[in-house]
């Protein structure tokens, strides 16, 4: 079986957890998410008859001023950066995780994710800004993790660039 | 001073401008000259001043030292992935040679440690040898050296990803892909936060401690071992797993670099990472005798444990030494595959091949470990054509054959004419056979040789007739041709009859040879004449062909036999009528 490493990065609160969980049901290293910074889960796919094994890097404490440890990322196939449509500011920071994502691995597709779609938009980013922004990304995906919409397909996707 | 106006001395100037032009101003042409030669000069002695120095004051090692160390240090950053992968294998001898001399220490020491160790551990230790009444020394005794290695992963170093996992109990492996993307990512925390550098292997961590286990980590290049361990793992253990690492760095060096998420090809490292999974089981405290028996029965288990290990990677290397020895010609090797504790091959041989053993032998290949199940096949080799018909020819004394050139081959020698054409015949059968040029000009055909002993060749005569008597053709059903299955017989017959006319016509015999042609009952009468008779003339143009004088032939059409066992019927059969020795009064009456 094939597996691959997703990491998922993003500002705190814009429910990078919340998704993983909605995905895979059940978080495995809950202790290590305050010490290290890092939750890993898994997820099993299959893409046209192939089982791929995601391992999802659910990476905490990222924000502007605090910077991550790239080293998270070596290896990875995919990382996704999530925002949150209810905050002007998680764009902004989200833009700046990517640039620092990156100066390390350039070449390693990244997904934006803008979340918490069952709630009013009330950023002040229009669609047009957004969609501009979204052309750094290898693509957008708008998801919910509270009702679940769009989830699975984020992740297939995912799946399906990491064949 | 620096005041040079016209009032100032003339005697000085010119003595100035003498000067000026012998060596120039500022001593310019001294110094042109002496820079000109000063490589020259120095390279002259620069071995013996370096020398020379270091004995006075030791001040060169100082200059130099610094300085090769920093160089090495700059072309090992930059080429860090590089220089530690080529390292890794002599930096793992050195790390076994560091835990060997360690382990010497440690054995050394031992008592005194348990004596006088202080740690948090060794306190709650003594507080617990204090509780059950035991000495201190033996509490520790009974704590060390009993343990259990209950899992082993193996991880893809750059993704964190499970490579492979095999577990003293198999229950407990799951999530065993989560455990060791932790692990990596704990890994990466702990270099990230204790080191400032980027390529510090040594701040990464060595082992986790846990309450229940003990997780022990070895770092390779590409990939990381980590033991979970219950008890106290014996320091030499780590020896083994270090071992262990490195064979699957070299073993698996490919794939781990090419690395895409598919873990197929580290499928069959179980081998190597089972040895890994020993463990020490706490002994009963009841009598020295039992624990003796105990002891024994531990150390025997584990030997037998490791030898067996130790055989299944000796068969492994052997398996990949038969994969990649060179081909043979005239050998196909299908597969090889390992199984209760032998290799077991598969191949295509050429009945003129080689046997397997002896090719195997020939590489240096112990064959006590390898069973082999072959299947014969014609190769068209020119190697192979070749050594068939070198043993072909080896039956003929009288000739020899010699290589002109690649697929050139010359026989020579002297040969009878009946002997030559048999010979012809058989050497054509061989399949392939044109891919060969072969020059028989210089095979040379005598005259028969006269026998003086007329009764001799007489008796000749009759003892070649009977065993033509003796022969019989078999035909298939409603077939009039010789069967192929036949042609050894047939091939037999050709010789006899030719030595037959040799000798007939050396003492001067009259020789009759019936070649009688006979059917089955199937079929009319009539159809059954022509055919038996069909059968004997075949036979008897094949004979001719083969050089048999066609005026001793007398082929008949039988038609079909009264035989019980109908199929009997379809053959030729013979029989030879000689004339008695004429002597030469008869000839010359
Ligand atoms: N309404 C809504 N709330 C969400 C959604 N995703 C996350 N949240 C909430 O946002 C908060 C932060 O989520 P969390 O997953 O911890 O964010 P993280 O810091 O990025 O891991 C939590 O209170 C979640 O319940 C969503 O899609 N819709
Ligand atoms: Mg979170």
Not at chain 2, 254 to 271: A, I, V
């Amino acid at each position: 079986m094939n597996q691959k490493k997703v990491c998922i990065l993003g500002p705190t609160g814009v429910g990078k957890t919340s998704l993983v969980k909605q995905f895979v049901e059940g978080i495995f290293s809950e202790k290590y998410q305050t010490t290290i910074g890092v939750k890993i889960d898994k997820k099993q796919l299959s893409q046209n008859g192939n089982d791929v094994q995601l391992l999802l890097w659910d990476l905490e404490g990222i924000d502007r001023y605090c910077g991550f440890n790239p080293r998270y990322l070596r290896g990875a196939t995919a990382y996704i950066v999530v925002v949150d449509q209810t905050r002007s500011q998680s764009l902004l920071e989200g833009l700046d995780i990517l640039s620092m994502a990156r100066e390390h691995y350039p070449d390693t597709p990244a997904f934006f994710v803008v979340n918490k779609t069952d709630l009013p938009t009330s950023w002040h980013w229009s669609e047009e800004e957004v969609n501009e922004h979204a052309k750094s990304f290898t693509s957008l995906i708008k998801t919910s993790a509270k009702t679940g919409d769009n989830v699975e397909d984020l992740f297939s996707t995912i799946a399906f660039w990491a064949q | 001073m620096t005041d040079k106006g016209p009032t100032s001395a003339p005697v000085d100037d010119s003595l100035d401008k003498i000067r000026e032009l012998l060596i120039g101003r500022d001593d310019k042409y001294i110094e042109d000259k002496l820079n000109r030669n000063a490589k020259g000069v120095v390279s002259g002695v620069v071995s013996e001043a370096l020398l020379d120095r270091e004995t006075k004051d030791g001040s060169v090692n100082k200059v130099l030292v610094p300085l090769v160390e920093k160089s090495l240090h700059r072309s090992i950053e930059a080429n860090s992935d590089k220089i530690v992968g080529t390292l890794y294998p002599l930096v793992g001898t050195l790390v076994r040679k560091a835990v060997s001399a360690f382990l010497v220490d440690f054995v050394e020491k031992t008592n005194a440690l348990i004596e006088h160790s202080l740690s948090p551990k060794s306190i709650t230790w003594r507080f617990k040898a204090w509780q059950s009444g035991v000495r201190y020394s033996d509490y520790v005794a009974s704590q060390v050296y009993q343990y259990q290695v209950q899992q082993l992963f193996v991880i893809h170093r750059e993704t964190g990803t499970l490579l492979h996992t095999v577990s003293s109990d198999p229950q407990k492996s799951k999530d065993a892909d989560l455990i060791s993307s932790m692990l990596v990512a704990i890994n990466d925390f702990v270099a990230d936060a204790f080191s400032p550098s980027k390529a510090a292997y040594d701040n990464e961590l060595g082992e986790i401690k846990t309450d229940d286990f003990t997780l022990l980590i070895n770092l390779g290049p590409q990939a990381i071992l980590v033991a979970a361990v219950i008890g106290s793992a014996p320091p030499e253990i780590r020896g083994k797993f270090q071992l262990a690492l490195e064979e699957f760095h070299q073993f698996y060096q490919k794939p781990l670099l090419e690395y895409k998420g598919d873990n197929r090809p580290f499928e069959g490292c179980g081998t190597l990472l089972n040895d890994c999974l020993v463990s020490e089981k706490k002994e009963a405290k009841q009598g020295k005798k039992k624990r003796l028996a105990g002891t024994l029965l531990v150390v025997l288990a584990i030997v037998s444990l490791l030898t067996l290990a130790f055989f299944r990677i000796e068969l492994a290397l052997l398996q990949n030494n038969i994969d990649t020895l060179p081909p043979e010609p005239g050998i196909v090797l299908s597969r090889t595959e390992i199984n209760n504790g032998k290799i077991h091959l598969r191949l295509l041989r050429d009945p003129a091949a080689p046997s397997a053993r002896e090719w195997l032998r020939r590489y240096g290949v112990e064959t006590d470990d390898v069973s082999i199940s072959e299947s014969s096949f014609v190769s068209l080799h020119n190697a192979v054509i070749e050594t068939k018909l070198l043993n072909l020819i080896s039956a003929y004394p009288s000739l020899s054959i010699a290589r002109e050139e690649a697929n050139n081959l010359r026989l020579s020698g002297s040969i009878s004419a009946a002997q030559y054409s048999l010979l012809l015949q058989k050497v054509n059968a061989i399949p392939g056979i044109s891919q060969l040029n072969i020059n028989a000009n210089n095979i040379t055909i005598p005259p028969v040789a006269t026998d003086n002993s007329a009764t001799l060749s007489a008796a000749l005569a009759k003892q070649i007739a009977s065993e033509v008597s003796g022969i019989t053709l078999n035909f298939k059903k409603n077939q009039n041709t010789l069967a192929v299955s036949e042609m050894e017989k047939f091939n037999r017959l050709t010789l006899l009859l030719t030595q037959l006319q040799d000798v007939a016509h050396q003492i001067n015999l009259s020789v009759a040879v019936f070649i009688m042609g006979a059917s089955d009952r199937s079929g009319t009468t009539a159809k059954n004449k022509t055919l038996s008779r069909a059968r004997a003339d075949n036979v008897k143009n094949l004979l001719v062909s083969n050089g048999v004088d066609e005026s001793l032939l007398l082929p008949m059409g039988l038609g079909s036999l009264p035989l019980n066992e109908n199929a009997m019927g379809r053959t030729v059969f013979l029989n030879v009528l000689i004339s008695e020795a004429k002597t030469t009064e008869d000839k010359n009456p």
